[in-house]
């Protein structure tokens, strides 16, 4: 079992940049694919951001690429979500999520742990 916590979530202005953190414990940090996903009010749970077992690799939304950075720290078995340039839009409840066999996914049903979530508002 893989318990994921995440913290960080806020409200911001349209513009603004916040960082979300996402701490996993139960299962070695580096067997696990890390990506975040966020849902917003009556929407579907969407991909955001992923990366790999050792950090090398990241891969993103096409709405979020050169916005956002994905990161992790093996040491210390966190995943970040650095987000710059918010919209309003991208008003979310934000999701850490773990994969225990592999990498690159981008669907909800591909991994197997999630956390409780953390609001981000931002306004306009």
């Known amino acids: 079992q893989v318990l994921l916590v995440e913290s960080g979530g806020g409200l911001v202005q349209a513009g603004d940049s916040l960082r979300l953190s996402c701490a996993a414990s139960?299962?070695?940090?580096?067997?696990?694919?890390m990506a975040w996903f966020r849902q917003a009010p009556g929407k579907e749970r969407e991909f955001v951001a992923g990366?790999?077992?050792?950090?090398?690799?990241?891969y993103y939304a096409d709405s979020v690429k050169g916005r956002f950075t994905i990161s992790r720290d093996n040491a210390k078995a966190t995943v970040s979500l650095q987000m710059n340039s918010l919209k309003p839009e991208e008003t979310a409840v934000y999701y850490c999520?773990?994969?225990?066999?592999?990498?690159?996914?981008?669907?909800?049903?591909?991994?197997?742990?999630w956390g409780q979530g953390t609001q981000v508002t931002v306004s306009s």
């Open positions: 999520a773990a994969d225990a066999t592999r990498w690159g996914m981008r669907t909800t049903s591909s991994y197997d742990y």
């Open positions: 139960g299962r070695t940090f580096t067997t696990l694919g």
């Open positions: 990366i790999n077992w050792t950090g090398g690799t990241t």
